[in-house]
């Protein structure tokens, strides 16, 4: 998967979820922590969304891996971050 | 409206009968096995895989969303019991009641609410045993994996009463199934005795609380558990 395709999975999903046009949603986007554009519960859903985008394209994936919650930085803190932890996912 | 129901275990005993139960009914129904199923139906489909295999509960959790745009129904029926005293017990017998009662029942479930979520709708109905209220000896590990998933089912159903789905459990009364194929007949008395209701029940007594669970004005009722036969 290129990361473009990657990253506009996850700005789709993204703009579905906070479905508020002011919010300008791009590849800097915040997930994780101070200036996130989702809370917490709003993350799991995201994540929801996405893995539903992916398996779409038949691309089977699940995010919430022991992996990626044990990592010191994680992948959900951007959408930049988050798409290319899809691309390592789905290598 | 046609209704998507995905039972696990669905090849013998009480799961076999569900899955026949709710295709009378009009339903769609996906089951699962360790083995094949020899039940044929227009409406019934089946998998063959191992409840507590991640990537294979996916597969089939994401295809039955992908063909039918949804699934209202989760019915955790699969199980496995070893009923012996615990200096018998192996670790592996332990791992493998572990793996397919709570391991097994989790991921069906984690899955499908993901499913269930963004219709706003969703049922899911666990299987319990009254071997944790009667905490009996000769039970202890089978007993621990089904209060593992009483408890489980009563936090997602916080967790999830947001998204409209409940999460609810049945502990069907005695039923002469395989499960219970080799327990002695003095111990079954003796366990009948301490029921309300001192006789063997029938899995359509399992199906009558389970369509209580299901039913579209149930959504009120969340994290409850029912001891049929009465305990």
Not at chain 2, 184 to 204: P, V
């Amino acid at each position: 998967m290129e990361k473009n395709e990657a990253i506009q999975i996850v700005i789709e999903a993204v703009k579905g979820y906070i479905d508020d046009e002011n919010v300008p949603v791009n590849a800097e986007t915040v997930l994780l922590g101070n200036n996130a554009v989702v809370d917490s519960i709003g993350l799991v859903n995201l994540i929801v969304d996405i893995e539903s985008a992916l398996a779409e394209k038949d691309i089977e994936v699940t995010l919430t891996s022991e992996d990626a919650m044990s990592r010191r930085k994680s992948p959900f803190r951007s959408v930049d971050t988050l798409s290319d932890y899809i691309i390592e996912l789905s290598a | 409206m046609e209704r998507v129901m995905i039972i696990t275990g669905s090849r013998k005993g009480i799961g076999r009968y569900l899955a026949e139960y709710y295709l009378e009914r009009n339903i769609t129904v996906i089951g699962c096995s360790r083995s094949e199923s020899d039940l044929k139906h227009q409406k019934y489909e089946h998998y063959c895989l191992d409840v507590a295999d991640e990537k294979a509960v996916q597969k089939l959790v994401r295809q039955t969303a992908k063909k039918y745009g949804k699934i209202d129904y989760l019915i955790n029926n699969a199980g496995i019991a070893s009923m012996n005293h615990s200096f018998l017990t192996p670790l592996s017998i332990v791992e493998k009641m572990f793996s397919t009662n709570v391991f097994g029942t989790f991921l069906f479930t984690r899955e499908c609410a993901k499913i269930m979520s963004k219709k706003k709708f969703g049922r899911i109905v666990n299987m319990t045993t009254f071997a944790v209220p009667f905490k009996l000896e000769g039970e202890a590990v089978y007993a621990a994996s089904k209060a593992a998933i009483t408890v489980m089912a009563e936090a997602l159903a916080r967790e999830y009463a947001d998204y409209g789905i409940t999460v609810n459990t049945v502990a069907p009364p005695a039923v002469q199934t395989d499960l219970i194929a080799h327990v002695k007949k003095e111990k079954m008395d003796k366990l009948l005795q301490r029921q309300a209701i001192h006789r063997f029940g029938k899995a359509k007594d399992v199906a009558n609380a389970i369509d209580f669970f299901l039913h579209d004005n149930s959504s009120m009722v969340t994290g409850q558990t029912v001891y049929l036969g009465g305990v």
